[in-house]
């Protein structure tokens, strides 16, 4: 992908983290919410860290490749399974 195709997913994002927060009072500053599941969703409140993590990154493709950036749920909807998201983000917490 692209530096530039990069940085505009990643201020769409942005965009859509500070819509949503204003209406999700239980998210706390510096985190988003994104729905995980490919037929049902769980809904997870990560860090906005994720943002700069390349398989982050990835997840942020797809899911503007599948959805654009109207999101239903009221967070960002991510096409993967939530087993692979738990182990995906489980992995940045071990790792240094």
Same mark, same amino acid.
């Given at each position: 992908?692209?530096? &530039?195709? *990069? %940085?505009? *997913? ?5 965009? +859509? $983290? ?5 209406? %999700? ?6 985190? +988003? ?17 994720? +943002?700069?993590?390349?398989? &982050?990154?990835? *997840? +942020? %493709? ?22 692979? &998201? ?5 992995? $940045?917490?071990?790792?240094?």
């Amino acid at each position: 992908m692209g530096a &530039f195709r *990069l %940085q505009a *997913l990643v201020a769409n994002t942005k965009q +859509l $983290i500070k819509h949503n927060n204003k209406h %999700q009072r239980d998210v706390p500053k510096g985190y +988003l919410v994104v729905y995980v599941g490919e037929i049902q969703r769980k809904r997870f409140v990560v860090p906005l860290s994720y +943002l700069d993590q390349p398989f &982050f990154q990835d *997840l +942020l %493709q797809r899911s503007e490749e599948e959805y654009g950036f109207n999101h239903p749920m009221g967070g960002l909807t991510i096409p993967c399974c939530k087993e692979a &998201f738990v182990r995906l983000t489980t992995q $940045i917490h071990v790792s240094p």
